[in-house]
C-alpha cells in the first residue's frame, strides 16, 4: 500500500512538471514564432530581450562607397595643370560653293562643287584643384580653335558655274569661283566632378558644369564673270552661347600604367546671334547691290562631345609627382550652328532662310598633365 502511493505521487509530480514545461512553451511560443533566415543578412528578432528566445545576430551593414581615384602625391598641393595640342577638322553642312554644269544653256547636267575642309592646329589649357570634401575636384578649361578653309573651282570647256551664294536678283554665270571660309571657335568650360574606383581596374568620373562658347564665321566668296568684272559677297554668322553641361570620364586599366579612355559630354547653350549679315557687290551692276543685316537672333542650340583613346601615367620623385600622357580621337558637333542666309526666289525680295547646317569638329588631342 505504501508503495503504490509512493508511486502515484510521483506520477502525479511529472505529469504536473510535464504541465507546467508545455505551458511556459505555450507562453513563449506567441513571442517567438519561427521566422525563416535568409541568406546573407537574417533578420532580428523582436524577442530578442527575452530569455526564452535567443536572438540572432544583427547583421552590420555599411553603406557603399567608391574609393576615391585621384592620384596620391606626397606632400600634395592637390592642384593639377594640363595641356593639350589639338589637330582638328572642321566641317559644315550647306557650304557648297557652286554648280559645275556641263552645258551652257538651260539645262543642268552637272555636280556640286563642295567645300574643301582639312586639318588645322589649335589648343586646350586647363588646370584644377582638390577638396578634402569628399575628394571632390573642380576644374576650368579654355579651348582655342581658329582655322581658314578655301576652295577653288573653274568652268568645264563648253559649260558654266552658278554659284549657290548669289542672290537670284544677280544670277549669272561665271568663269570662276574661290571660297573663303574663316572660322574661330573659343570655349570656355568650369565643371565639378570626382574620380572613383567601380571595381579594381575601371574609374570614372561624372561631372556636372557650365560651358561658354564664342562661335564667329566670315565667308567671303569671289566670282569672275570676266578679267575686269567679278562678283563680291561677303556673309557673316557671329555668335556666343552659355549654358549647363554633364558628362562622364572612364578609364579602362590594361596594366602596366596604360589605360583606355572613353568620355562623353553633353549641354544646351544658349546662343545669341549678335551678327548676321550678307552683303554682295556687283560693280559692273550697281542696281543689284545688296546688303541685309539681322540681328539678336536667339536660339538654344545642343552640343555633343565624344573622345576614344590611350592614355599612360606614373608617379614621379618619390611619388611628389604624378604625370599623365594622353592620346585620344575626338568628335564634337554643334548642332543648327550654320546661320548663313541663302536666297530662294528672285520674284519675291524677302523669300530667303537660314539653312541650319551641323558644325563638326573632329580630329586628334594629345595631352600632358602634371599633378602636384
Known amino acids: 500500500m505504501f508503495n503504490l502511493q509512493k508511486t502515484l505521487m510521483q506520477s502525479t509530480a511529472a505529469m504536473l ?5 508545455l505551458t511556459a512553451q505555450n507562453n513563449c511560443e506567441p513571442k517567438c514564432k519561427p521566422t525563416p533566415c535568409p541568406q546573407p543578412n537574417p533578420p532580428t528578432q523582436v524577442c530578442e530581450q527575452d530569455p ?10 555599411n553603406a557603399a562607397y567608391n574609393y576615391s581615384a585621384r592620384p596620391q602625391t606626397k606632400c600634395s598641393w592637390d592642384l593639377y595643370v594640363d595641356a593639350s595640342f589639338v589637330y582638328w ?60 578653309q578655301s576652295k577653288n573651282t573653274e568652268n568645264l570647256t563648253g559649260g558654266v558655274l552658278l554659284s549657290t551664294w548669289q542672290h ?34 575601371f574609374t570614372i568620373r561624372p561631372n556636372i558644369g557650365a560651358r561658354g562658347a564664342w562661335i564667329r564665321q566670315d565667308v567671303s566668296v569671289i566670282g569672275m564673270v570676266s ?54 557687290l556687283l560693280p559692273f551692276t550697281p542696281a543689284n547691290d545688296i546688303f541685309i543685316k539681322q540681328k539678336s537672333v536667339y536660339a538654344v542650340k545642343p552640343h555633343l562631345d565624344l573622345e576614344l583613346g590611350l592614355g599612360w601615367s606614373t608617379y614621379l620623385d618619390c611619388n611628389n609627382w604624378y604625370l599623365d600622357f594622353a592620346a585620344t580621337y575626338e568628335f564634337q558637333v554643334f548642332f543648327d550652328q550654320n546661320m548663313f542666309r541663302h536666297f530662294n526666289d528672285d520674284q519675291m525680295t524677302a ?5 541650319n547646317g551641323n558644325l563638326y569638329l573632329q580630329g586628334l588631342t594629345l595631352t600632358a598633365k602634371l599633378e602636384y
Open 17 to 21: 512538471f510535464i504541465a507546467q514545461t
Open 52 to 61: 526564452c528566445c535567443p536572438a540572432w545576430e544583427t547583421p552590420v551593414l
Open 89 to 148: 577638322q572642321p566641317i559644315q553642312e550647306n557650304m557648297e560653293l557652286a554648280l559645275s554644269n556641263s552645258l551652257s544653256g538651260t539645262e543642268i547636267n552637272g555636280s556640286m562643287v563642295n567645300m574643301a575642309f582639312d586639318y588645322k592646329p589649335g589648343f586646350k589649357i586647363a588646370m584644377g584643384g582638390y577638396f578634402d570634401y569628399d575628394n571632390w575636384d573642380l576644374s576650368a578649361e579654355y579651348t582655342w580653335f581658329h582655322s581658314n
Open 168 to 201: 537670284p536678283f544677280a544670277a549669272g554665270s561665271f568663269t570662276k569661283l574661290t571660297e573663303k571660309w574663316n572660322l574661330k571657335v573659343d570655349l570656355a568650360d568650369v565643371d565639378l566632378g570626382r574620380w572613383q574606383y567601380v571595381g579594381k581596374n
Open 227 to 280: 578679267t575686269l568684272n567679278t562678283s563680291n559677297i561677303t556673309v557673316k554668322s557671329h555668335s556666343w552661347g552659355l549654358g549647363a553641361k554633364t558628362g562622364v570620364d572612364t578609364n579602362w586599366m590594361i596594366g602596366s600604367g596604360f589605360r583606355v579612355i572613353g568620355n562623353a559630354e553633353a549641354d544646351l547653350l544658349f546662343t545669341n546671334y549678335t551678327g548676321l549679315s550678307y552683303r554682295s
Open 351 to 355: 523669300s530667303s532662310r537660314l539653312p
